[in-house]
C-alpha cells in the first residue's frame, strides 16, 4: 500500500519568513515524490519533483523540497514568503515502477500574512 | 496552448439525472485521468486511461463510467446522479504514466452539484 499524509491542514506565516510544509509518506518500494499547488478555482499545477539522486530538489517560484528517506518525509520549503505564495498545497507519492496510480495527500492551506 | 480543457465549469444536478462530464487535452497525452476533490479528503483517483482504447479504475469508480476512443479526449459519465457525487472533478493528463516520474498537468475543473 502507499500513503501520504499532511499533518497540517494550515500553515500561517508572515511575509518574509521562511515557510515550511510538511508531508511524510509510506510506501514499499522506492517512491517518486511530488509537490503539487492550488490557486482559488483553479486545478492543480506542479511544482516539483524527486525521481532520483540530490535529496534536495529545486522548483517553481523559489519553492524546494528535502528528500529525507530515513524519516521518510518529503518536506517543501521556501526560504522568504510572499503573499502571492498562499494557497492550498498537494504533496502526493507513487512507487517506481509499479502499477498503481499517484496517491495525493489531505493538502495544506498555506496563507501567508502581509 | 490550450492544455487540458474542462467542461463545463460548472453544473447542477437532480438525483438520478445522467451527463457527461468533457474533458480534452492537445499535447498528445497518453495518460489521462479523473479525480474528485472533496475538502479534507485530497484528491482521489476515479479512473484513469494509459492509451486510446485502454481505461481502468482507480480508488472510487463506483457510479462513473469512461471511454478512449481518441488520445485527444477522455469524457466521464455519470450514470445516476447522487448527492454523494457533488464534488469538484478534475482531469489530468501527462507524458508516460505508466512510469509515474512524469508530473500531471491539470484542467481547472467542473463543480458538480446533485441535488
Known amino acids: 500500500a502507499q500513503s501520504v499524509a499532511q499533518p497540517e491542514d494550515q500553515v500561517n506565516v508572515a511575509e518574509g519568513n521562511p515557510l515550511t510544509v510538511k508531508c511524510t509518506y509510506s510506501?514499499?518500494?522506492?517512491?517518486?515524490l511530488f509537490w503539487y499547488v492550488q490557486y482559488p478555482n483553479r486545478g492543480l499545477q506542479f511544482l516539483l519533483k524527486y525521481i532520483t539522486g540530490d535529496n534536495l530538489v529545486k522548483g517553481s517560484y523559489g519553492f524546494e523540497a528535502e528528500f529525507n528517506k530515513s524519516q521518510t518525509s518529503f518536506h517543501l520549503k521556501k526560504p522568504s514568503a510572499l503573499v502571492s505564495d498562499s494557497a492550498l498545497y498537494f504533496c502526493a507519492v507513487i512507487v517506481s515502477g509499479s502499477a498503481r496510480q499517484l496517491t495525493f495527500g489531505s493538502g495544506t492551506q498555506l496563507t501567508v500574512l502581509p | 496552448n490550450a492544455g487540458v480543457t474542462q467542461t463545463p465549469k460548472f453544473q447542477v444536478l437532480k438525483t438520478g439525472q445522467s451527463m457527461t462530464l468533457q474533458c480534452a487535452q492537445d499535447?498528445?497525452?497518453?495518460?489521462m485521468s479523473w479525480y474528485r476533490q472533496d475538502p479534507g479528503m485530497g484528491l482521489r483517483l476515479i479512473h484513469y486511461s494509459v492509451g486510446a482504447g485502454i481505461t481502468d479504475q482507480g480508488e472510487v469508480p463506483n457510479g462513473y463510467n469512461v471511454s478512449r476512443s481518441t488520445t485527444e479526449d477522455f469524457p466521464l459519465r455519470l450514470l445516476s446522479a447522487a448527492p454523494s457525487q457533488t464534488s469538484v472533478y478534475f482531469c489530468?493528463?501527462?507524458?508516460?504514466?505508466?512510469?509515474?516520474?512524469?508530473?500531471?498537468?491539470f484542467g481547472n475543473g467542473t463543480r458538480l452539484t446533485v441535488t
Open positions: 489530468a493528463s501527462s507524458v508516460q504514466g505508466a512510469r509515474g516520474d512524469s508530473p500531471l498537468h
Open positions: 499535447m498528445n497525452h497518453e495518460y
Open positions: 510506501v514499499s518500494g522506492n517512491p517518486y
